[in-house]
């Protein structure tokens, strides 16, 4: 597609729930992230994808999270057991390969009640 | 943390002043990036420095990057209320699979 896509733009859940938010990355980008934005503060990293590569998980919070890449392209963002400090806008982006700059999704607000 | 931190988090000035936000970084990089976020949208790249640059212009934008100090500085000149939205810098480090890292953000509002 034209730009990077993801669903559901909102999302309310209860506490304890699992909840999977989608990125669809423009097409051809090889490098695929994901960050967190909670209420008016900066973008907290969670996962970077990078074509075949193992994925650097070292910004996920916790064992709660997880993420995963499909055919280099599609990802999903997991969260299992969901709690109130999860709510946040969960922010996608990908890049070209050989490029510095990110295209970033409008993003998934999760609220978790 | 490799999060950057912008100052000040937030400003408001009138239409036709310039605005000026600075970014302070912790590691190496390659280079150094700033993004606007309007309020409830994804972030938007505006403009890119190298770490062997000292100074960016793009438009009404004037970016100046001194590593030594490790930090950087946005310039918005002449603003206008459409200027009105949240920047953030980020960067990219030396050492990683170019992961981007970004800082607090800087709100600024623009006062027809």
């Known amino acids: 597609g034209a730009g990077v896509s993801q669903s559901p733009s909102n999302k309310v859940t209860e506490k304890g729930k699992d909840v999977e938010l989608r990125c669809d990355p423009i097409s051809g980008h090889t490098a695929l992230y994901w960050y967190r934005q909670s209420l008016g503060q900066g973008l907290e990293f969670l996962i970077y994808?990078?074509?075949?590569?193992?994925?650097?998980k070292s910004g996920l919070p916790s064992d709660r999270f997880s993420a995963e890449r499909t055919g280099g392209s599609v990802s999903t963002l997991t969260i299992q057991r969901t709690q109130q400090e999860d709510s946040a806008v969960y922010l996608c982006?990908?890049?070209?390969?050989?490029?510095?700059?990110?295209?970033f999704g409008a993003g998934s607000r999760l609220t978790v009640l | 943390s490799q999060q950057g931190e912008e100052d000040p988090q937030a400003l408001s000035i009138q239409e036709g002043e310039n605005a000026t936000m600075n970014c302070s970084y912790k590691?190496?990089?390659?280079?150094l990036q700033w993004y606007r976020q309007n309020s409830g949208r994804g972030l938007v790249h505006l403009i890119l420095?190298?770490?062997?640059?000292r100074e960016k212009h793009s438009g009404r934008l004037r970016v100046t990057l001194d590593t030594s100090k490790k930090s950087s500085s946005l310039l918005i000149t002449a603003s206008r209320a459409a200027d009105t939205a949240s920047y953030f810098c980020?960067?990219?480090?030396?050492?990683?699979?170019?992961?981007?890292?970004f800082g607090t953000g800087t709100r600024l509002t623009v006062i027809p």
């Open positions: 590691t190496s990089i390659n280079n």
């Open positions: 420095i190298r770490s062997n640059e």
């Open positions: 994808f990078q074509g075949n590569s193992a994925p650097d």
């Open positions: 980020a960067t990219e480090g030396k050492t990683g699979a170019n992961n981007l890292f």
């Open positions: 982006a990908s890049r070209r390969s050989g490029a510095n700059v990110l295209t």
